[in-house]
């Protein structure tokens, strides 16, 4: 089974990180997961995803607390701090946790760091499967530059890829579906991304034989390694961290421009996770609501979905309010993130982008946004579109139908603000 069909459309699921930082618990993601139950699976959303550092029994923030004792078992591998993951005592690792989610009907992530734990080496502990111990496998002029948990590991030693075959046994001995690795898919630090270890990783999925969605992190990912990321990934992001932070969202046009094409069944380039609803409760940046505007959350979700970018929801979600509910609920807009196809820009004048993608059935969605500071009247000549001179469209997130246009499709929009709409030959 080739790995692009454990993920034919881009994945939809909510991750820790936004919310909890470094320090979630278990009683809290079997909240998310129950909440996801009851209301986002029928719209398309599935995966829990435990964010970094499970394997930290004193981990209380977003911040990292360097070089400290970490759970590991005989072999080299990290497992979940039980005081934090109470099922998991007794070496059941995340078995129990994600039992519970897949009876929800959801499935469950994780994310991991690149490479073998500093203390592994340190302690020169055996790896499973093979003779050789952590310290021969280990790149110790590897690292990362914002956590100290871990070093590379060196694809060229005898037993590298016997440390990430045992490593992904036992995810899927748990029932992991998702992994998130990251310090591998950035260029800015270490001569990256680690395409060594990606090909390790890759096999190992492979040795594994379990559906496990690969996503790499941080970035950006440089586009010129596009056809390696597709080829041994499901999901790189294509952006170093995304918070809410209207510079950040206005420059993510120029990043999905960039990667312009490339998203399809089983590749997926991200736009990182969406900084929504209530989020930052254990973090220096501090609990809040998100800064971004209204106007400013339906460009995100605009952008995200029609650019195709996978989808995970940062907040805490027991908390949503009816607005952001509504977000993540609206089933025209996520049938068009699910079905439509090559997205595209069709024009940047200023503060006026256009993007265009095709649907499933011959029509087409519009997305319309304005990034300046005042009302703007955006537009988009019919003739532009290839379907015609009479169309008729309907705004997505407001449910308003436009009569018949023949000339133009316009919208007043305010400042940061977007309007989606599907168009269709009139009948």
């Known amino acids: 089974m080739n790995h692009w069909e454990f993920a034919p459309t881009p994945p939809m699921g909510w991750n820790s990180w936004d919310c909890y930082g470094a320090s979630v618990t278990e009683e809290e993601v079997r909240g998310n997961a129950d909440y996801m139950a009851r209301n986002l699976k029928q719209h398309g959303w599935e995966y829990i995803v435990v964010d970094i550092q499970w394997y930290e029994p004193e981990a209380v923030s977003d911040q990292y607390r360097p070089f400290v004792r970490l759970e590991t078992d005989a072999y080299s591998r990290l497992i979940p701090a039980v005081n934090r993951f109470p099922s998991a005592e007794g070496d059941l690792g995340f078995k129990p946790l994600a039992d519970y989610v897949h009876s929800l009907g959801l499935k469950f992530g994780i994310h991991i760091m690149r490479g073998i734990p500093r203390q592994a080496v340190h302690d020169n502990t055996p790896l499973k499967g093979t003779v050789v111990t952590a310290r021969d496998i280990a790149h110790t002029c590897s690292f990362c530059g914002w956590n100290t948990d871990m070093y590379g590991v060196d694809a060229s030693k005898e037993g590298a890829q016997d440390y990430y075959n045992s490593l992904f046994e036992l995810y899927a001995s748990w029932g992991v579906d998702y992994i998130k690795v990251d310090d591998i898919a950035d260029s800015w630090l270490h001569g990256g991304p680690h395409l060594a270890e990606i090909g390790l990783i890759r096999k190992a999925i492979d040795h594994a034989g379990r559906s496990i969605v690969l996503s790499l992190s941080p970035g950006p990912a440089p586009v010129k390694h596009a056809d390696f990321l597709e080829n041994h990934a499901n999901v790189w992001r294509m952006t170093d961290d995304f918070w809410d932070r209207w510079p950040l969202l206005l420059d993510m046009f120029d990043r999905c421009s960039a990667w312009e094409g490339r998203p399809k069944p089983g590749c997926w380039p991200d736009c990182d996770m969406l900084p929504l609803g209530r989020i930052g409760i254990r973090s220096v940046q501090h609990d809040r609501w998100t800064n971004f505007t209204k106007d400013e959350q339906v460009t995100m979700m605009t952008l995200w979905t029609i650019f195709r970018s996978p989808l995970m929801f940062g907040g805490e979600m027991r908390d949503n309010d009816e607005w952001t509910l509504s977000l993540l609920t609206n089933q025209d807009v996520l049938n068009m993130h699910r079905h439509s196809y090559g997205a595209r820009q069709l024009r940047r004048d ?78």
């Not at 290839?386 to 469209?393: F, L, Q, T």
């Not at 308003?400 to 599907?422: C, E, M, N, V, Y």
């Open 350 to 427: 200023g503060d006026q982008v256009v993007w265009l993608a095709e649907g499933p059935e011959g029509g087409h969605f519009v997305a319309l946004f304005n990034t300046g500071e005042i009302l703007a009247e955006v537009s988009v000549a019919i003739a532009d579109l290839g379907i015609g001179s009479g169309v008729k469209a309907k705004e997505l997130w407001t449910g308003k139908q436009t009569g018949l246009l023949k000339d133009t499709l316009s919208a007043a929009i305010p400042p940061h603000g977007a309007a989606l709409f599907r168009v269709s030959a009139a009948e």
